[in-house]
């Protein structure tokens, strides 16, 4: 089964996770969108640890974390005592799918109206279909959600939770559906969870859909997560129309900046 897109966990002092986090997707950001641009070409090799550190005003420590995220979505290889270099770009790869889609420079509206036919339809499926043990897993990954402590943490628990119920739909094809977009809705759900304006009107949804799958209240269900995903169109406001990849840089420029 395809995994959804999740950037790694770490184990990092509470005091100092929100800016690392965000810190990490900045550079990892700049990173990846040369080596998409092609100004890294196959082969080339990176600038070691140290330098990095040094060109981005970073530990060496958020540098690790940044390429374990590039290598996990085979962007580069790391080659142990040698450095890291730009793989072979291929639309074989994992991360072929999230590049055919940013080629089009999809917008906020754009990936919304792809969400909704597919996890309304997920959410009814899971509705019908999830076993008590996967409804428990549901409710899990709610609670993860509900205590992560900073904005990196809470939309990477939120993207889980949805791929939680996608696994509970009992359709795999539609999990991996979902799982193909998931680089995407991740940048959405980092602006999401860390601006008031969209996150807190979203706030009882989640508990929402939960309860209407621990009901088995199909239309419940469908019509909960309609409303969760159709709140970004009422509240993105001119970001709606922009690229996603232009709408995450601005917000963690944002948020680096507090």
Not at 67 to 87: K, Q
Not at 178 to 201: H, K, Q, V
Not at 206 to 218: F, K, N, S, T
Request: one cysteine or more; charged letters at 30%.
């Amino acid at each position: 089964m395809t995994s959804p897109f999740v950037p790694p966990s770490d184990t990092r002092d509470p005091g100092a996770t929100g800016r690392k986090g965000l810190l990490t997707e900045h550079i990892a950001r700049q990173l990846e969108q040369q080596i998409r641009a092609g100004e890294w070409p196959v082969g080339a090799k990176l600038p070691s640890e140290r330098e990095l550190a040094v060109q981005f005003g970073a530990s060496r420590n958020v540098i690790r974390e940044v390429l374990r995220r590039l290598e996990a979505t085979d962007l580069i290889e790391v080659a142990p005592g040698r450095g890291s270099f730009v793989a072979e770009q291929s639309s074989a790869q994992a991360r072929g799918y999230d590049a055919l889609y940013r080629t089009e420079r999809p917008t906020v509206r754009q990936l919304i109206e792809a969400r909704i036919p597919l996890e309304v339809e997920i959410a009814g499926l899971a509705t019908e279909r999830a076993t008590d043990e996967q409804i428990d897993a549901i409710v899990q990954a709610l609670d993860r959600v509900e205590s992560a402590g900073d904005v990196v943490d809470k939309a990477r628990e939120d993207l889980r939770f949805h791929d939680t119920i996608a696994a509970a739909c009992g359709n795999p094809v539609l999990r991996t559906m979902l799982a193909s977009i998931g680089g995407m809705m991740f940048e959405m759900m980092l602006r999401s969870n860390s601006d008031p304006r969209i996150g807190e009107p979203g706030v009882p949804h989640h508990p929402e859909i939960v309860e209407a799958i621990q009901a088995r209240d199909v239309a419940r269900a469908r019509e909960r997560m309609r409303e969760h995903l159709a709140l970004g169109l009422r509240t993105y406001g001119p970001d709606l129309d922009v690229g996603l990849d232009l709408m995450a840089s601005r917000h963690i420029e944002t948020l680096l900046g507090r």
